[in-house]
């Protein structure tokens, strides 16, 4: 893993070669019907996560090409990525939309402090060289009794699985010939799901926490989260 963190000595050029190797529209559009399942739930679980209504206003941290925020377009949307390719991506998904796109690093924007009712970050942190310096800088975008949305993917469970499909030689049935569609060598962290919970309690308050498909089945963990009161 050392070798990877050295490795990102430009955080563009990362994350936008990473876009060029996986294209966001067709992952979503495309996926075998389990990965599309796994996917609409998730995105159910951010949308009731982040209880917004319309005029609300929505920052997305590593937006992506814009799929989850597009299932808000009754609020003022903001997405931010480092990824110029992926912004123009969400340009084109979200231009019905009334939302704001910055290229760059959280830490880089000026962006307005105690402004958001809601903050999202979903399949980011795993990505980041310093996905703590990301939770540091969500905490004074959130304004009083907003709520940050914060998923993973289970990583150590899709692992064992994408192993297992190898091992018995089932790569060439259509669900799984895609098993490594999805750029798991550009994630620098592995949490599992207690990792994820300490290192969301160390700058928020966990107030509510989904998995998608199921519990049962976590492939996605998604975790709402509150200010934490010093």
């Not at 559009?29 to 998730?42: D, F, H, V, Y």
Request: proline fraction near 6%.
């Amino acid at each position: 893993m050392p070798e990877l963190h050295a490795a990102v000595d430009n955080v563009e050029a990362w994350n936008d070669a990473f876009a060029a190797e996986n294209d966001i529209d067709a992952y979503y559009a495309e996926s075998s019907c389990l990965i599309r399942l796994i996917e609409r739930r998730r995105l159910v679980c951010i949308r009731r996560m982040a209880a917004v209504g319309p005029g609300d206003r929505v920052l997305e941290v590593g937006c992506g090409g814009g799929h989850v925020l597009r299932m808000f377009p009754e609020c003022e949307l903001t997405g931010v990525d480092v990824s110029g390719r992926m912004l123009e991506k969400a340009r084109r998904n979200l231009r019905e939309c009334r939302v704001e796109l910055h290229k760059g690093e959280l830490h880089e924007l000026d962006l307005p402090h105690e402004q958001y009712d809601a903050v999202i970050c979903t399949e980011v942190l795993e990505h980041a060289v310093d996905p703590e310096g990301i939770l540091d800088d969500i905490q004074p975008l959130l304004r009083p009794g907003g709520r940050a949305v914060i998923t993973f993917p289970n990583d150590h469970l899709v692992n064992g699985l994408k192993g297992l499909i190898r091992t018995c030689g089932l790569t060439a049935l259509p669900p799984f010939r895609r098993v490594s569609w999805g750029g798991d060598h550009y994630h620098l962290h592995v949490w599992r799901i207690p990792e994820m919970r300490a290192l969301l309690g160390r700058y928020f308050t966990v107030t509510q926490e989904r998995f998608a498909p199921s519990r049962l089945f976590p492939v996605r963990c998604c975790f709402q989260c509150a200010m934490t009161t010093r």
